[in-house]
């Protein structure tokens, strides 16, 4: 008693913790319901109808029998003749009898369609009595109630024979109307067990198909649960995800405070006067590495401040065109290192609804990696307003390119091209990642053209904003 509570409470935290299952119990339930409900009405409707159908037919076939029989009474074996004529055309018809009154509760048979059963005295069961009596009393109309006999059922129909009707004897008077005496009764079985059978054998095949409905949802119970086992796989796996986020996240914020107090001491050695060249050269790569480290920490922490919607946005209505100057201006210096034609040619454009700090992480993000993916040729930002609609920022480069396949995967957190172009380049490739969902929270849109080997267009743009 105690293992069925244990499984049934079980059973019940399981539905609990995989709410998606009581859609299937529902259906596994109400299914078979449906079906048995509609089955049941449709086998009433039907075995109804038969029932009606056959009973008139039993009714009629009565009816005409006893208008021919009152005038036959007395001739029995006609009578027979009769019956067994016809109950050829009526296989449902399995007894037909003629009976007369012979004591209180008794009846003699006078003709029947089994002829064992002439001349033997029949005893009517109550229902037999009660359609008698209803007979009876309605002389032109037949009776019927439903019996069994061994399993198998059959309507009893009774319908009574009247004497005929006196025939008028010379003119003298109007004709007397007289009640009819009954001369007998009409007793006639019409067997229903074939339609019963029949309508048994659809209701089998009506349950076989409900088994099959119900094998089918046990089979589809049975995929939920493998679906199920990878749902939890899955939020498993996410879990794990989001510890090893938090766990990046944490660790990049605690190494701030020491790459800080890395960099103060750099900072204060280099000042140092007694420091030799080679020293100043060794703090230098110290220093640029730290630098690299803090930007790396920095598009870590914007990572884990994304995922987790905590990236806060000011949004303010600015033309962007200073914005992107100022950033293009950053950049001058390593263009001219590397000997790069560097232009912005900077205009008025509309104002669009951005937090102009994040604008301009965006702006260093691709104009930064335009300048660092370009060996030699040209930089150029420009910027233009679209149909008084949009305003578009357009970073074209003469670079290494990026082929069809890498563009696909370009918006991907780290992703990287691996060749050997890139080879040497250092870089985290979350930097991509952070635009893009920077520009997507501040409902714009970044898209790339380029083509490998020779070049690519970065394309930031924003609606104007309506005031
Ligand atoms: P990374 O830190 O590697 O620069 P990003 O997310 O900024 O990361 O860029 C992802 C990758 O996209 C880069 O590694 C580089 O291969 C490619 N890429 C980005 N911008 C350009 C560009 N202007 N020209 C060619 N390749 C680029």
Do not use: C
Request: net charge negative.
């Amino acid at each position: 008693m105690n293992a069925i509570g244990e499984t049934v409470r079980h059973g019940a935290r399981f539905v609990r913790e995989h709410p998606q299952l009581l859609y299937t119990l529902f259906l596994l339930v109400a299914i078979p319901i449906a079906f048995i409900a509609s089955g049941e009405q449709f086998v009433g409707v039907s075995r109804d109808t038969q029932d009606r159908l056959e009973r008139s037919r039993a009714g009629l076939l009565a009816d005409v029998f006893a208008e021919f029989a009152q005038y036959q009474m007395s001739d029995p074996a006609r009578l027979s003749e009769h019956i067994q004529e016809l109950q050829k055309g009526n296989e449902t018809i399995t007894g037909f009898r003629v009976i007369v009154p012979e004591s209180e509760n008794e009846y003699r048979v006078l003709a029947s369609l089994d002829p064992e059963e002439e001349n033997t005295l029949f005893t009517p069961g109550i229902l037999d009595q009660l359609v008698l009596d209803s007979a009876h009393r309605n002389k032109g109309q037949s009776y019927a109630s439903e019996e069994y006999q061994g399993g198998l059922r059959h309507w009893r129909v009774a319908r009574a024979i009247s004497t005929p009707p006196p025939v008028a004897l010379g003119t003298s008077t109007a004709p007397r109307v007289v009640a009819p005496e009954v001369a007998g009764y009409v007793l006639a079985d019409v067997s229903m067990a074939e339609g019963d059978r029949l309508t048994e054998k659809n209701i089998t095949k009506a349950y076989l198909i409900l088994a099959g409905v119900v094998l089918l949802i046990l089979l589809l119970l049975a995929r939920q649960a493998r679906i199920i086992d990878y749902a939890t796989l899955y939020r498993r796996l996410k879990e794990v995800d989001q510890m090893k986020d938090d766990f990046v996240a944490m660790a990049a914020h605690e190494l701030r405070s020491p790459l800080a107090i890395i960099r103060a001491y750099v900072d204060s050695l280099d000042d140092e006067k007694t420091l030799s060249e080679g020293g100043h050269h060794i703090l230098e790569k110290i220093d640029g590495a730290a630098k690299d480290l803090n930007l790396l920490i920095g598009d870590i922490l914007d990572v884990a401040k994304l995922q987790e919607g905590r990236m806060s946005f000011r949004f303010e209505s600015v033309d962007p065109s200073d914005t992107i100057e100022k950033v293009v201006e950053s950049f001058r210096m390593l263009a001219a290192d590397k000997k790069l034609a560097f232009t912005y040619d900077k205009k008025a454009l509309a104002p669009i609804s951005v937090d102009t700090d994040r604008l301009r992480q965006v702006l260093v993000n691709i104009i930064g990696n335009a300048v660092k993916y370009t060996p030699a040729g040209s930089v150029a930002v420009t910027a233009s307003v679209l149909a008084g609609e949009r305003v578009e920022i357009r970073v074209s480069d003469t670079g290494i390119g990026i082929s069809a396949e890498d563009q696909q995967k370009l918006f991907q957190k780290f992703f990287r091209v691996k060749s050997a172009d890139t080879a040497k380049i250092t870089g985290t490739g979350l930097g991509l990642w952070i635009t893009g969902e920077i520009v997507r929270q501040m409902k714009g849109t970044i898209s790339v053209e380029s083509i490998r080997g020779k070049g690519s267009d970065f394309i930031v743009s924003f609606s104007v904003a309506k005031n």
